[in-house]
C-alpha cells in the first residue's frame, strides 16, 4: 500500500472536506478498497473514515425507507423492514460475498465496489479502467466474469454487486453531498456511467461528494425474487442473477421491474424488456421475447458467449416463478 | 498513528503505520499468531475474528479503524480448558494442518451468534420464519471460511453438537 | 545401533495382531488437536525473531531478459535495506525429492510470474510498496503457451505397447475413441509459502512451510552455497501441502540469501497470488482414450495417450498413465505419454501426481463404454479387473478392487439405480447417480526415527512433518501400542532436521514409511527390555507402562534402571516392487442434481469405499479422504486455473476467482475402509491413504451428471456454462 493519512472526522461536512482533494478516497467498511490498496490498484494518499458519522440508521419515511450509507450489508439484509417490504434486496444480499464480508461491506461501498476483472486487478497488464489509455488486455485474453450488456471497444468489466441489482429492480435513489453540505438525490438508473471511452469514470459522482443513503420507495411489487447463477454454491460472484419485483392484477402483469447481474457494466435494466410485460399475461413466448429484448444489444466474446442462452433461461424460470 | 485495541479483554497502546491491517497488527505487532493469514484479500477467512461481537476479516480492515474496538481472537475463547467448540473440533477431527482452524472457530461462534438473532440465510426458506442450525445452514453461513484439507464434514458436525448443546 | 529392514519380501510374522496396548488402528483424536483449535501451534511465518527484516517477492510481467529499471530509485525508499537480484535466487521451485538446487537464475525470466527480485525492508508495508513500485522490464522473448503448440522432443515421449491394440480397435465388439482435457490445478494449501531465514556463525537456520526436510535442507544449501551440516530447517506444523511444498521455492532462497547479505533474519511470506504461480501446478492435459470390448464386456483393447506440459529443463511430467498400466486387463494395450514446453509457470506434484486426473478421465471413459456395451458400470469393472499385472509378469501385491466395488455398491444402495439416463427430476434439478474405481499406485521412502524410553515416557523424533496428514497422531499410536504406554505418555517431535531424517510428506508415504522407522527403534528398545527381562522379544508383553514376561511382570521404569533406553529405526524400500505390484484400491459412488435451467450441479451424496493396508487410525485417514473426495468435487466442478493464452499467465490467480469447493458445495462424505493385509507393506501392513479418495472420485461425480441429465461432459471443469451447452 501506498502510504496515507487517514483522518477519522465526527461532521459529515468535514469528511466531505477532507475528501475533496485529487487523491483522498472515503472509507466505512474498506472491504473492497483495501483489497485494492494492498494490489496498488487503488493509491489514495489520503483515506478519510466515515464510519463515525451516523449514517448506520434506517429510518422508514413516507416515500419508503432511508438506509444510511454505512449500514452494513447483514445489517440491511436482516432488518426487519427489509425483509417484509423488499425482501428482493435481503436475498440478493444474502446471495452475495461470506457472513464476514457482509459484516463489514457497507450499503455506499457496495454500490460503488470495482469490477472483478482479473486484469483491472493486474497491474502488470493494460486496464483502460485502472489505466486510462493503456489499453484492455480482456479483450482478447481470457473472459468469464465479463459483461456482455452496455460494454465498449474500451473495456468489458462487469459490475460484480448483487446488492446494487436488486437495488435497481425496486428503484432506488441515493443520496449525494458535498463539501459545501450541498445534498443531491440521483436515481440509480442515473447514478452509473456505461464505459464509452472513459471506463475510469464509473459514476456521476462528484470530487468530495459522498453518497450518505440509499431511498428506496414502497416496492412496485409484492411479488419479489432474487435468483443468483454461480460457479460454486456460494461465496462467488454471479456469472447471471435475475432480480424480479412484480405485481400480477387479474392475471396480468401489472408491474414489472426486472434487472441483472453478471451481464452488464452496471446493475443493469432495461425498461423495454420492463414495458414489454406490462400488461400482458405470462406466457412462455412472452418469456422468450422478453429474453431476445433484453440480449438484443449483448456483445459476446469467446469466454461469454454462454452468457446469453444463460441469462435467458434465468430470467424465463424466474419470470414463471414470479408470475405462477 | 496511535492505536488503541481492546484484545481479548487486555488493552494495548500502538503506533502504528496507518496501513497496518488488524491481521499484522494482532500478529506481528501484538504476537497473537492464532489469527492466520491465508490470502490476506477477504476470501479464504482464515483472519476471521470477533469485533465489536461480529466475525469479519481482519485482513481487509487497517488497525488504525479499530481504534477503541473490542477484540476477540481465537487466544480468547479458552484458557486452560479449552471451551466446547474447540473440544468439539478436536473431537469430530474438524481440522488436519490446521491453518484455517482458528478462522473456522472464530466464525463458527459469530455466526451462532447470528444464528440466535433469528438472521436469515441464502439458504433459508423464508425470510420470516424461525432459522435453526441445521447442516445446510450451517454449511450456507460457513462458505467464507476455506479448507483446503477439506474438513468441512467434521466441522459441520463440531458446531451442530455445539449448537444443540447449548 | 539400528534396527535396520529392506523390503524384499513379504512379511508374514503380523506381529502387530499380538500388542496388548491397543491404541493402533484405533480412533484417536489428534495430540495437537488442542494446540490448533487454540492457536497456539506455530506456523513458519511466526517464529519472527527480534530485528528481522521483510522481504517481499516481485514478479516478472514478461518473458526474457530482465532489467529493473528503477532499483536506486527503490532501494531509497522509506525502510528499504536492499533489492536483491542475485543469480542463485530460483526460478522454479523445486520437484520432490530434487535434493539440489532446482533451476536458478533471475537475469532471465522463462515465464510471467516469475520471481526476479526481492526487496527487502524494515516493516512489512514498507517492503510491500516498494516492491509494488520496482519496475521490472522483462519480455521480447516469444514462446509457446498453449497446450498442442510446445515443443515435444523424443526424450519426452514415452510409449509401451503390448500386443496388438489397432487390430484390437478394429475388431471390438464396442469401442471408444474420445479425447478429454483437465486445466492446470494448483495446491492452494491454506498456509502461504513462507521463510525466516537467520545465520548465525556461518550457519543458516530456516524455518520454513515444507513438506520434505531432509531433501530440503540440501536443496537450500546447494541454493546458497553452504554445506548441508550448516543448515537447520525446521517446520513442527505445515498448513498444507499437497505437493506444493515438496521442494524449496522462491521465498526460502531469496530470504536465506538475503538474510546473509543482511546480517538480520529476513522474513519472506509469498503473497496468495505469488503462491498461485511461484509454486509448481499440476499440469494441463489432453487425454485420447481408446477402449475396445469383446461381446461380454471384457476390454480387448486399451489405449491412453496422454500429453501434459512443463518448462524446458523440467524433468518433471504429469505422469498421467501411472494407474493405466495395471488398472484394466486387456491384452492389447497401448499407453503413450507425452510432454511438451510450454512457458507457463513450471508444473509438478500436485496431490496424487497422475492418477488423480488420470484415473480420473480414464473412469469416465469406462463409463462410456460401459453404457455402449449396455453393462452396469460396477459390473464393467469387476469383468475386467485383471488376474495379474498385465504389462508386467508379476502378480499383485494384494488386490481389493472387487471388494471395494461389492461393498461400496452395497453401502450406497447401487442396486436400486435405474440403468438409462434422465428418469429422475425434482422440480427443475435432474438426479443420477454414478461411480468410478480408485487406483493409487503403493510406495514406501527410506525413513529414520529415534525413539526414547524413559521412566517419564517415551520421545519419537524425526524430521519428519506433519502437514495435516495425521503423523503427530499415528507415530504416537505406533510408538504407545510398541511400547506399551498410553498415548499421553508419548511425545512425538517432528519437522526438525536435528533429528534423524524420515520420509517426508509426499506420495502417501509418510505413514508408512516413517511410520515402520518408528516401528523399527521401538523393535529395538523391545529387544533391550526383553534382555533385561530375560526373555525373547516375542514372548514381551507391553502394557500400560508393565512389561510382562511369563510370569513375571515390572514396571517398565523398573526396567530401564539409569538410563533412558534409545531405538533408531531405518527402513529401506528394498526390491518388493520389482516382484509385486502393490497399489491401493477404491470404489467412488456420487449423486448429484443438475439444474435443466442453469446447468449447476450440486453434489447430494457422495461415498468412498476404500483398501489401504491396515488403517492406522481410522479418524485421520478418513478426514484425509474427506479431503480427496471434496478436491474430486473441485476437479469435477469448479477448478482450473485459467492461463492468458498470449502470455501463458495465471490469470484467476487467488481464491475469488479460483475456485475451491467451499462448505457448502460439499455433502455429508461417507467414507469407509475395507479390512486388508498386505504382506508386502512391511510389518506394519499400512499403505498410503492420503491421496487416493482424489483418484477417480471425480469422475463419480462426471459419470453421474450423465446419468442425472445425459450431458457428457470431457473437459474439466463441469461449470454451468460446459453442462448447459449439452441441456441446451
Known sequence: ?324 | MKVTLNVNGASHWLDLDTRVTLLDALRDHLKLTGTKKGCDHGQCGACTVIAGGRRINSCLSLAALHDGDEITTVEGLSDDELSDLQSAFVAHDGMQCGYCTPGQICSALGMLGELSEGWPSHVSETLDGPVRPTREEIAERMSGNLCRCSCYPGINAAILETAEGS | MTEELKIDGPTQARPEDAHAQGVLSREAARPDGPLKVSGRAAYAAEYLPEGAAHGVLVRAPGRGKVRLANRAEVEAMQGVLCVLHDDRMVRNAAQGTANEAPVQGVEWAEYVGQPVALVVAETPEQASHAAARLRVEAGGSKGAVTPGEGEVTDEDVTTSETGDFEAAMREGAQTLDATYTTPSHVSAAMEPHAAIAEWKDGCLTLHSALQMLKFNRNEIADCVGVDPGNVRVLAPYVGGGFGSKLGISAEAVAAALAARDLGRPVRVVQTRRQVFEVNTRRSETRQRIRLAADRDGRLTGLGHDALASNLPGEDFAEPVLQASHFSYAAPNRRLRQSAERLFRPASGSVRAPGEAVGVTMFEIAMDELAESCGIDPVEFRLRNIPETDPERDVPFSSHMLAECLTEGSHRFGWADRPAATRQRQEGEWWIGTGMAAAFRVNLLMEAEARVRLSPEGVVVETDMTDIGTGTYSILTQIAAERLGHPPDRCEVRLGDTDFPPGSGAGGSVGAASTGTAVWLACTEIRRQLAEAMGCSEADLTLKDGRATCGNRSLDIAEVIGDGPLEGHGHLQPGKALKKVRQSTFGAHFAEVAVSDVTGEVRVRRLAGTYAAGRILNPRTARSQCHGGLTWGIGMALTEALEHDRRDGHAVNRDFAEYHLPVNADVPDLDVEFVEERDDWAGPMQAKGIGELSICGSGAAIINAIHHACGVRVRDLPATPDRVLAGLA
Open chain 1, 1 to 324: 500500500m501506498r502510504p496515507f493519512d487517514l483522518t477519522r472526522p465526527e461532521e459529515l461536512s468535514a469528511a466531505c472536506r477532507d475528501t475533496n482533494g485529487e487523491n483522498a478516497a472515503f472509507i466505512a467498511g474498506g472491504t473492497n478498497l483495501i483489497d485494492l490498496m494492498k494490489l496498488e490498484v487503488e493509491t489514495p494518499g489520503h483515506l478519510t473514515d466515515i464510519s463515525r458519522l451516523g449514517l448506520d440508521g434506517i429510518e422508514t419515511d413516507a416515500q419508503g425507507l432511508r438506509i444510511g450509507a454505512t449500514v452494513t450489508n447483514s445489517d440491511l439484509a436482516a432488518d426487519t423492514r427489509v425483509r417484509e417490504g423488499w425482501p428482493v434486496l435481503s436475498r440478493a444480499l444474502l446471495a452475495g460475498a461470506s457472513g464476514q464480508l457482509r459484516n463489514k461491506a457497507t450499503t455506499g461501498g457496495n454500490l460503488l465496489q470495482r469490477t472483478r476483472c482479473p486484469y483491472f486487478y493486474d497491474t502488470d497488464t493494460a486496464c483502460n479502467k485502472r489505466a486510462p489509455g493503456s489499453g484492455c488486455a480482456a479483450l482478447k485474453g481470457e473472459q468469464r466474469n465479463h459483461a456482455i450488456l452496455g460494454t465498449s471497444d474500451h473495456c468489458i468489466a462487469l459490475h460484480p454487486s448483487d446488492m446494487a441489482v436488486a437495488m435497481r429492480a425496486l428503484d432506488a435513489s441515493v443520496e449525494l453531498c458535498d463539501a459545501e453540505g450541498e445534498s443531491r438525490r440521483v436515481g440509480l438508473e442515473k447514478f452509473y456511467r456505461l464505459p464509452g471511452k472513459t471506463p475510469e469514470r464509473e459514476t456521476h459522482l462528484r470530487p468530495g461528494e459522498l453518497i450518505t443513503a440509499v431511498h428506496l420507495p414502497k416496492a412496485g411489487g409484492d411479488r419479489q425474487v432474487y435468483r443468483k447463477v454461480r460457479d460454486r454454491a456460494s461465496y462467488a460472484f454471479a456469472l447471471v442473477s435475475v432480480a424480479a419485483v412484480l405485481r400480477m392484477k387479474g392475471g396480468r402483469i401489472a408491474h414489472a421491474a426486472l434487472a441483472f447481474g453478471g451481464l452488464g457494466t452496471q446493475p443493469w435494466r432495461d425498461p423495454e424488456v420492463d414495458a414489454l410485460l406490462e400488461g400482458e399475461t405470462p406466457s412462455q413466448a412472452l418469456f422468450d421475447k422478453a429474453g431476445e429484448v433484453l440480449m438484443r444489444d449483448a456483445v459476446v466474446h469467446e469466454g461469454t458467449a454462454f452468457k446469453v442462452p444463460l441469462g435467458k433461461r434465468v430470467l424465463t424460470a424466474v419470470l414463471k416463478e414470479v408470475t405462477a
